[in-house]
T-cell receptor, first 111, second 112 residues
Framework: QKEVEQDPGPLSVPEGAIVSLNCTYS??????FMWYRQYSRKGPELLMY????GNKEDGRFTAQVDKSSKYISLFIRDSQPSDSATYLC???????????FGKGTRLSVIA | DTGVSQDPRHKITKRGQNVTFRCDPI?????LYWYRQTLGQGPEFLTY????????KSRLLSDRFSAERPKGSFSTLEIQRTEQGDSAMYLC??????????FGQGTRLTVV
């Protein structure tokens, strides 16, 4: 079992839909959780950064962390075709260790 | 542009040749990471530096791979005697302590 599991999709939704992306993990020591967006042939772009459990909102994006269930989510409201990309979850146990990534979920938002 | 810069963006090489990639981190960042990403996979950690010290290397980093960060600024990743299995995107990231890492656009390596 990999440390971080993420459904690779692909996920296809109509424009304006609410998108839910998820990751599960096995290492209970993880405390820092991130979501990155990666367009084709580009580097990952940091979208959301969360410490420990709880919710964080930034514009159309909401990140949720449930440490008791070892489950994190990213919600995208009013999805746009420009949101079409691969979304990677990443996490680490402290600020001193490298990130562990999921495989990424490929999202297509259809106009 | 003050982001992470990687050069070259794309490299095609013949099997058995050596290649070297360069990464220029965000200027005030003391941590620099190298990751490798293959198609359909998330980035996999290779190695990281704090200032000029190489603090950790993944078991993925065979003895054909070497990385340096001589003055605690830019870094180079060299692959000797390249193999077809080395074909991947090589990503560099930097951070200022903590875990909020910012990535460059990557170097896509194709070994033919």
């Amino acid at each position: 079992q990999k440390e971080v599991e993420q459904d690779p999709g692909p996920l296809s939704v109509p424009e304006g839909a609410i998108v839910s992306l998820n990751c599960t993990y096995s290492n209970s020591a993880f405390q820092y959780f991130m979501w990155y967006r990666q367009y084709s042939r580009k580097g990952p772009e940091l979208l959301m950064y969360t410490y420990s459990s709880g919710n964080k909102e930034d514009g159309r994006f909401t990140a949720q962390v449930d440490k008791s269930s070892k489950y994190i989510s990213l919600f995208i409201r009013d999805s746009q075709p420009s949101d079409s990309a691969t979304y990677l979850c990443a996490m680490t146990d402290s600020g001193n260790t490298p990130l562990v990534f999921g495989k990424g979920t490929r999202l297509s938002v259809i106009a | 542009d003050t982001g992470v810069s990687q050069d070259p963006r794309h490299k095609i090489t013949k099997r058995g040749q050596n290649v070297t990639f360069r990464c220029d981190p965000i200027s005030e960042h003391n941590r620099l990471y190298w990751y490798r990403q293959t198609l359909g996979q998330g980035p996999e950690f290779l190695t990281y530096f704090q200032n000029e010290a190489q603090l950790e290397k993944s078991r993925l980093l065979s003895d054909r791979f070497s990385a340096e960060r001589p003055k605690g600024s830019f870094s180079t990743l060299e692959i000797q005697r390249t193999e077809q299995g080395d074909s991947a995107m090589y990503l560099c990231a930097s951070s200022l302590q903590g875990s909020r890492a910012f990535f460059g656009q990557g170097t896509r390596l194709t070994v033919v």
